[in-house]
């Protein structure tokens, strides 16, 4: 009989890039909010320490000021951490430690060096939810320690995000990701055109669907926030013949109505995706995922069933893909979305992880 699971009382701390509400978070500020609505839905407490500024309603926030961290992906691999005067981040775990008699189960949605290396000098235990691939030595380093010390407390979103940091001890948690599917409307029937969904950045490798588009003469709709102005005018340099079309960095309403039409997904990265939220937003839509067999998309994709693993950075490999899109079914990528990727689905991998880490406390 599985053990009752009595109502929690969790404090979640927030990623310190920017506040909640704004879109700065990333990928870390969705997949927040996903966690914190499921908790609250399955009657657990909750209360998210956010920056200053944020703007969510229905979820219980207490707002901290300070100075934003510098994103990590700025960083060089062997800089030193950097802390800015009036650190959010500092505040944001003093207030913690003032606060945390109170809660059962402390979260941390940073990817910062500070709570990891915090962790020893609190009372309540703490998850630390990765959100990235490795990136630093240092953070390599504190992420080793941490998961050495206090097993089964750090949660990845896949395993070929885990598998990007050096010296990590089983047991990890690998949390994948979930969506609300009721966002996304399924389509059985698509245009003669294809989605590539990211931050346009050279580590997203857009040359490739670009090159892909004007090979094949298939229209391109290209959507996400324009981050390297130099990279997209090269692009369009290199590829004038290119059907493709910049629709900017749209809502999730707005993005689900054109990528629903779209014969397929191109997924082009050339770092190591930690998960790859875009590929079950395509699922849930309907829509096949064609990646390059490279990070966290790798273990989304069932090939030759809701998509295709391609040889990474490989045009030709992208080209074959297209061809067979015909074999796959539709309905079956929908099908995936509602199964492996649902909130309920990603509900059930946090509650599980983190009663693990309640047992193993009440034990100790
Ligand atoms: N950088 N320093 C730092 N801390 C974070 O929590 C962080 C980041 N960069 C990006 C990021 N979080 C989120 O966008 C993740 O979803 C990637």
Not at 36 to 49: D, F, G
Request: overall charge negative; glycine content about 8%; charged content about 20%.
């Amino acid at each position: 009989m599985a053990t009752q699971i009595k109502s929690w009382k969790l404090l979640f701390v927030s990623t310190p890039v920017g506040p909640l509400g704004t879109g700065l978070g990333g990928g870390v500020e969705l997949t927040l909010h996903n966690i914190a609505q499921q908790m609250l839905h399955r009657h657990h407490q909750l209360q998210v320490v956010a920056p200053a500024n944020s703007t969510w309603e229905h979820i219980p926030i207490v707002q901290i000021p300070g100075n934003l961290q510098i994103i990590a992906q700025s960083q060089k691999r062997t800089d030193a951490i950097t802390m800015p005067e009036n650190s959010l981040l500092a505040n944001m775990w003093d207030y913690v430690r003032e606060v945390e008699s109170e809660y059962d189960l402390i979260v941390n949605f940073a990817y910062d060096w500070l709570p990891f290396y915090l962790t020893p000098f609190y009372q309540r235990p703490i998850a630390h939810l990765v959100s990235m691939g490795s990136l630093s030595n240092a953070m390599d380093e504190i992420i080793a320690q941490v998961g050495k010390r206090f097993p089964h407390t750090l949660g990845f979103h896949s395993s070929h995000q885990a598998d990007t940091f050096p010296g990590l001890t089983q047991p990890l948690h690998i949390l994948s990701n979930g969506i609300d599917v009721s966002l996304y409307d399924f389509c059985p029937q698509a245009k003669q055109q294809l989605a590539w969904i990211g931050r346009i950045s050279p580590e997203k490798g857009l040359e490739d669907a670009v090159a892909l588009s004007q090979k094949m003469n298939i229209p391109l709709k290209i959507m996400g926030k324009l981050q390297d102005e130099s990279y997209w005018q090269k692009i369009c340099q290199d590829y004038p013949q290119a059907p493709m079309e910049y629709l900017g960095f749209l809502s999730t309403t707005q993005m689900q109505k054109i990528v629903r039409e779209c014969r397929a997904l191109l997924m082009t990265h050339r770092w190591v995706e930690a998960f790859g939220n875009v590929a079950i937003e395509a699922l849930a839509c309907g829509v096949p995922v064609i990646s390059y067999n490279r990070g966290g998309p790798a273990e989304i994709v069932r090939h030759g069933e809701t998509g295709f693993l391609v040889t990474p950075d490989s045009i030709p490999g992208l080209v074959e893909a297209v061809s067979r899109l015909d074999d796959i079914s539709r309905h079956g990528c929908r099908q995936q979305a509602e199964t492996e990727f649902s909130l309920e689905a990603l509900g059930d991998r946090l509650e599980r992880w983190f009663g693990k880490i309640l047992e193993l406390r009440v034990k100790s």
